[in-house]
């Protein structure tokens, strides 16, 4: 493990069996997540984020068959046992899931569950816990927080919900937060919110996944950018070089289909994740497809960057 990386995932690879077939949702994934940053993993719908997210928490469900490793701090949470595993999700690993009103307990109230954490994983009491939850619902603009505190989360707007749900998630100061499309369902003023809660995240030290497919949000709280295709990472790159210079087809096709950009569309459609993938996943709907794109193409490094992308073979100039 190197010494900056808080995470390091190699050959994860997690599929699921349907009748007949074989649905291979990450696909030999590795990834490193360096400590401090905020990385955001964008890709269309079906591509394999959440799972991946979910595979770092271990909360796939047992039909889920795993490979690889993951390697968090010095342990592998894959081969962690359910004990440990608890100890991490919620102490050291936040999850935020897609979904607010799924994370929270509907006969609980509200103060109750953000204190949960502070409680099972530092030695507060419930009231010193109570004091804090109320403290964090403030700082994440849910006031007056003695009113809210003592409300059930049926009294909760989506926008509040999603924003005392990153209240319980911070409430130990997580050491890694992963966000699974925190920006989902959320109105353009709430979004800047949303924005400066995650930058401020950031500054309080916590590495941040943020898994999204909004590429405006990404553009204002990334630092990286970790490009999914058909459970396969495309690019990896910084945030300033994805959207000045986005190097994968796919990518390029992503930033050229932002409004600003004219929003042209990317041809086609991705390929049916339960079929058998060979080469490129992209060839199908890339204008540069040749027949080299058939045979298994790996991540190229370029400069700082990662692309999977046969135009890059050899391609690993200084920037
Ligand atoms: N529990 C599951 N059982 C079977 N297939 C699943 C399950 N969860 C996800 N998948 C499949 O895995 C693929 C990736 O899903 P997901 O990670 O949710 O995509 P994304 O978050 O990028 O939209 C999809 O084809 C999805 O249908
Ligand atoms: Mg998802």
Known sequence: ????????????????????YLLT???NLSLS???????????????GKSVLGLAILRLLPDTAAISGSIIFQTQDILTLS?????????????????????????????????SEPIVLHTDSSWSE???QAIRLLRQYSIVPPEKWAEEYPVAYSGGMLQRAMLAMGTSTIPSVLIADEPTKGIDAINK????????TQKERGITQIIITHDLDFASEVADRIAVMYCGQIVELTSVERFFTTPLHPYSVGLVNSL?????????GTSPAMHEKQAGCRFKSRCSLCSRVCSEEIPLFPVGYDNVRCIQYHNRNWAW
């Open 259 to 267: 409004p600003q950009r004219g929003l042209s569309p990317i041809p």
């Open 1 to 20: 493990m190197k010494m900056n990386n808080i995470i390091e995932i190699s050959d994860l690879t997690v599929s699921f069996k349907g009748e007949g």
């Open 192 to 199: 800047k919110d949303v924005i400066e809660m995650f930058n």
């Open 82 to 114: 359910e004990g440990m595993m608890e100890k991490i999700r919620g102490g050291k690993i936040a999850w935020i899931p897609q979904n607010p009103k799924l994370g929270f307990n509907p006969s609980m109230k509200i103060w109750k569950q953000v």
């Open 33 to 47: 997540v360096i400590h401090g940053e905020t990385l955001a993993i964008i890709g269309e719908s079906g591509s």
């Open 129 to 131: 816990a109570k004091k």
């Open 25 to 27: 949702a990450v696909d």
